[in-house]
């Protein structure tokens, strides 16, 4: 083979790396980390992280929390009267992953009583992490838990003492946090939770 057929080749084989490296790199681009975190509002003091001996934030008022999904739907967690759950998730938590749908059925099946709310907060998020951004998860999921995005502060999450995800705030009409846990706790643990909402009206 001559040397300008080799020079040919070379040219054409370099052209074809600078060709996907520049669709590489204007790939990275067009992620846009932003688009998994909201503008939240909170007013009142942050509680506790939650300990390994329990809950010490019982009987605490959490901070009201006012913030949106992805399509601007707005949400507020504050003294309404109505006893609260509030699921805090992230994308990349496998065990968040695990427990999104047994919740979803959960309440597919009619199982969240009409006088005790629930609502989610994505936190943690990370465009570097799996099942990015969290909303095509969570829309892929069919959830219908309205949801707030926490900014990339952390602030709600670390407003409500989160250790670890998923985690669980249960909440009475007066924002008082009846009591937090966090791993998968699944449909019992989810039954539990909403006993101790309605035992909190009564």
């Excluded at 709600?156 to 669980?168: D, E, H, K, S």
């Excluded at 101790?196 to 009564?202: P, R």
Aim: proline residues 6%; glycine residues 10%; hydrophobic residues 45%.
């Amino acid at each position: 083979m001559t040397r300008p057929v080799l020079w040919i080749i070379g040219g054409i084989v370099g052209l074809g790396l600078i060709v996907l490296l520049a669709a590489s790199i204007a790939s990275e681009e067009a992620i846009d980390p932003s688009i998994a975190f909201g503008v939240v509002e909170i007013d009142g003091d942050p509680l506790p992280v939650l300990g390994d001996q329990g809950d010490a934030a019982i009987g605490l008022q959490a901070p009201s929390t006012v913030g949106a999904d992805w399509n601007g739907v707005e949400s507020k967690i504050e003294q309404d009267g109505r006893p609260k759950i509030v699921i805090f998730l992230a994308h990349w938590c496998q065990f968040c992953q695990a427990e999104v749908p047994v919740v979803q059925d959960w309440i597919d099946a009619g199982n969240l009583p009409d006088s005790v709310d629930m609502y989610s907060v994505t936190v943690l998020s990370d465009h570097l992490r799996p099942e990015w951004p969290p909303q095509d998860w969570l829309e892929d999921e069919g959830w219908t838990v309205p949801t707030i995005m926490d900014d990339e502060l952390n602030s709600v999450a670390i407003a409500y003492g989160l250790r670890g995800t998923p985690f669980y705030a249960v909440l009475d009409g007066d924002n008082v946090n009846l009591q937090r846990i966090d791993g998968e706790i699944g449909i019992a643990g989810l039954n539990a939770l909403v006993d101790i909402a309605l035992n909190s009206t009564s």
